[in-house]
């Protein structure tokens, strides 16, 4: 901003349109915008961390949306005919500020806000964003072809092939299917023919063929994968790029997302409002978070490559946003970008040579993808203002800050080697729930910031006691506050939050019992994320995935710009939820935290 590349924020700032935003307890994106569209805090709308454990399972599951195979199945020569249909249902509890405008006549449109998948059909026209799992039911899994050195990734479909004749065979996975007996892979064959002379390859695929040069992205290709002959398919979209077709063939594809034309689950409201998006605008991305950090993560996309597929989900985004805003007469019209996001959480390392993951050619090559998206940020900002009127407020903000990520925290294998969980074999390794000794475990770690107690009554073979529950929190408050990196000697965690004291309301079987506040420079790993425990306690993060949010909320402040003066030098989000329905004079509901930030 200082150096006047801001305009657009730098002149809101100096009206006064500006202020500090706070983030929730914890800064992590589905808690953050639950907050902002419901005025709850997490304990109050439910999701405290992007996952979460079934307290009778201790199975992990997603925090946003549970997705559920039909009910009722008739067994039939090797099939199961469905009876119901497949169901997702959003875990958000709280009523959306968009729902309180609407039923006071409001108009609004809604794209792309995290948290808020499927969306409920009510009045307001919406899309969903992150919480939109591809039609594998992941958060997002690329595949990759290869007749070369085939990559170690977990999280990326790598099939070797074997090209004969300048033709390789390879499969296109799309999840399981449910209607048969043992729920097969359900996938598409796909033929690649190659001109290694003139590295110019085919892809044939359901009767379609698609052209690409080496080093060239196809458009959309919609697939259909055949649940029933002749009766129920699932229908996808994949974009396919030829990284490479000599001297080996390194083909990738990105994760299958839900067709926009006839998504699997709903991922709009109206029913029916994504298919018109898709017949005005083409196929465009609905996967939640659909920049492909895990392929770059991966090795498999080049930091070039990956800030290529991030721009064309931009594009997408901007052209359903830029006619919006031409569209637009009276209401609320709410759009959420997050190239911002994904792209300061993979490029933190180009432009930081403190970072583990610093490395000199990226950051000559790719140091301007952090500053670049800022940019972005002013643009969108100045794009707004042109199409408001001088009574037409507009907000512009961002839900956290950000924080390089140098040391990734293995939390459970703390947990472990401090006695508070258990492993089946003394010293062991594994993933919980399966590898647990639950009968001698007393707290344990789901999600990025989250502790949960083994409580008796709740957990389903919890073994603390109701009586001993507080002692238990107080123990393992006080040795994480103490917790020290050995190779720094610096404090790992910046804050320790209790649920029942800092959430005004705590949804009883679901509200983890501690939120972990790291350190700026620290933050859990992905492994103990999702329940893994090791040998390791805390190690370098040199991965490409190198700046991060999802730690104290003091140390990631978020912003607020408006072209109407803001009066408290700190808002909360649930304060622009407040702000939201003040401007249509529309009373918010009693569980509704926040203030205006200005007087109506
Ligand atoms: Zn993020």
């Known amino acids: 901003m200082s150096r006047g590349e801001l305009p657009t924020f730098l002149r809101l700032r100096e009206a006064g349109g500006y202020c500090r935003l706070r983030s929730t307890i914890p800064p992590q994106s589905p808690s953050a915008w639950a907050t902002l569209i419901t005025g709850r805090d997490p304990g109050g709308h439910g999701i405290c961390d992007f996952v979460e454990r079934v307290p009778q399972t201790y199975e992990l599951v997603n925090s946003i949306a549970r997705v559920a195979p039909p009910r009722h199945m008739l067994p039939l020569g090797g099939w199961r005919l469905p009876l119901s249909q497949s169901s997702a249902t959003l875990q958000r509890s709280g009523r959306a500020f968009w729902d309180l405008l609407t039923e006071a006549g409001v108009p609004c449109d809604v794209y792309r806000v995290p948290s808020n998948f499927p969306p409920a059909e009510g009045g307001a026209r919406q899309l969903a964003g992150l919480g939109v799992p591809d039609l594998r039911g992941t958060l997002g899994s690329p595949s ?100 490479e077709i000599a001297p080996q063939l390194k083909l990738y594809a990105t994760p299958v997302h839900f067709d926009p034309m006839d998504p699997v689950l709903p991922i709009d409201a109206p029913r029916g409002f994504a298919r018109e998006l898709a017949e005005r605008y083409g196929p465009f991305h609905t996967l939640g978070l659909p920049e492909d950090t895990t392929a770059l993560d991966a090795g498999i996309l080049s930091d070039q490559e990956y800030l290529h597929q991030s ?22 019209l709410f759009h959420y970008f997050g190239t911002t996001d994904r792209t300061q959480h993979m490029f933190w390392r180009t432009f930081d040579p403190q970072h583990p993951g610093y490395d000199a050619p990226g950051a000559r090559d790719a140091r301007s993808a952090v500053e670049d998206c800022y940019r972005l940020g002013d643009e969108l900002a100045r794009e707004a203002l042109e199409a ?91 040795e994480l506050q103490a917790l020290r990196d050995p190779e720094t000697g610096q404090r790992v965690l910046a804050g320790v939050y209790r649920t029942d004291q800092v959430y005004r309301e705590r949804i009883p079987m679901r509200t983890p019992d501690l939120i972990l506040g790291y350190a700026a420079g620290y933050r859990c790993s992905v492994s103990s994320a999702t329940g893994w425990v090791q040998d390791q306690v805390i190690e370098a993060n040199t991965g490409k995935w190198s700046g991060d949010h999802c730690i104290d909320v003091a140390a990631v402040p978020g912003i607020v710009f408006s072209n109407r003066r803001i009066e408290p030098e700190v808002a909360g989000l649930a304060d622009i939820t407040a702000t939201a329905l003040q401007e249509f004079r529309v009373r918010p509901d009693d569980e509704m935290l926040g203030r205006p930030i200005w007087r109506g």
Not at 167 to 194: F, K, M, T
Not at 402 to 431: C, I
Request: with cysteine; glycine share 12%; charged share 25%.
């Open 388 to 478: 408001a009127d001088e009574r037409t407020t507009v907000i512009v903000l961002s839900d956290h800050g950000f924080a390089p990520m140098y040391r990734k925290v293995h939390l459970n294998s703390w947990l472990a080697r401090n006695g508070y969980l258990a492993m089946g074999e003394p010293g062991g390794s594994g993933q919980l729930p399966d590898s647990a000794d639950w009968s001698r475990t007393t707290a344990f770690g789901i999600g990025l910031n989250a502790i949960y107690l083994n409580q008796q009554g709740r957990e389903g073979r919890g073994i603390v006691a109701p009586g001993d529950r507080d002692a238990v929190l107080r123990r393992l408050v006080a």
């Open 144 to 243: 990759y072809y290869t007749d070369g050195p085939a990559p170690q990734s977990e999280q990326v479909t790598v099939q070797s092939v074997q090209v004969v004749d300048g033709r390789a065979r390879a499969r296109l996975l799309g999840g399981r299917n449910s209607l048969r007996e043992g729920r097969p892979d359900l996938y598409i064959d796909v033929d690649v023919y190659l001109d290694r002379g003139s590295r110019v390859g085919k892809i044939a695929i359901q009767g379609r063929e698609v052209l690409l040069r080496q080093g060239e992205w196809s458009g959309w290709v919609s697939v259909r994968f055949t649940m029933m002959p002749h009766v129920k398919a699932a229908a996808g979209i994949v974009r396919f790029y030829m990284k």
């Open 311 to 332: 721009a064309g989900c931009l594009d997408e985004s901007r052209r359903m946003w830029e006619s919006a805003l031409n569209e637009f007469a009276r209401g609320t």
